[in-house]
């Protein structure tokens, strides 16, 4: 089992619709969470970025992590066609090495 | 802020030579970086973790001596792939995390082709 399992998708949603990513993992000691989006031979840009449980706002998007589910989600609002990218997940026990999902191909239709 | 270049971004070299790739915190100063390798439709693979003035740490099946890396400031880290071969054609990407923080900043990567 890896430590973090992320649907690769890929994922098409219309223009407007509101998109769910998730990623669960198994590691217990994880408390720092995190997405980033990663365009086509690009780097990955960090979106949101959450410590512990909880939720968090940013503009059109919305990060969540439930410890107790072992289960983190990114919601985007009112989503565009420039938010075509892929969605890593990560997170990571303290100050060090990332473990990252496999990523979530999501493709907005105008 | 939290800006991490990379230089060169593509890179294209015969079997046999070595090819150093740089990256840099701009705007910041970055006690640890991090260094990815990413093939394609495939995620991040750490490499190693270079702290600034000390011995990268690298991830198990990473030949140290192939990969070599040097965190010699705060701002800049490098990673030498010596001895390139085809089979190390692939997307390089550092990160970067600022002191005291948890983030990790990505740069943009850098495409190596061994022909």
């Known amino acids: 089992q890896k430590e973090v399992e992320q649907d690769p998708g890929p994922l098409s949603v219309p223009e407007g619709a509101i998109v769910s990513l998730n990623c669960t993992y198994s590691?217990?000691?994880?408390?720092?969470f995190m997405w980033y989006r990663q365009y086509s031979r690009k780097g990955p840009e960090l979106l949101m970025y959450t410590y512990s449980s909880g939720n968090k706002e940013d503009g059109r998007f919305t990060a969540q992590v439930d410890k107790s589910s072992k289960y983190i989600s990114l919601f985007i609002r009112d989503s565009q066609p420039s938010d075509s990218a892929t969605y890593l997940c990560a997170m990571s026990v303290m100050r060090e090495k990332l473990t990252f999902g496999t990523g979530t191909r999501l493709t907005i239709i105008p | 802020g939290a800006v991490v270049s990379q230089h060169p971004s593509r890179v294209i070299c015969k079997s046999g030579t070595s090819v150093k790739i740089e990256c840099r915190s701009l705007d910041f100063q970055a006690t640890t970086m991090f260094w990815y390798r990413q093939f394609p439709k495939q995620s991040l693979m750490l490499m190693a973790t270079?702290?600034?003035?000390?011995?990268?740490?690298?991830e198990q099946g990473v030949e140290k001596d192939k990969f070599l890396i040097n965190h010699a400031s705060l701002t800049l880290s490098t990673l030498t792939v010596t001895s390139a071969h085809p089979e190390d054609s692939s997307f390089y990407i550092c990160?970067?995390?600022?002191?005291?923080?948890?983030?990790?900043?990505f740069g943009p990567g850098t495409r190596l082709t061994v022909l």
């Open positions: 270079s702290n600034e003035g000390s011995k990268a740490t690298y």
């Open positions: 990160s970067a995390s600022p002191a005291g923080g948890n983030e990790q900043f």
């Open positions: 590691n217990s000691a994880f408390q720092y």
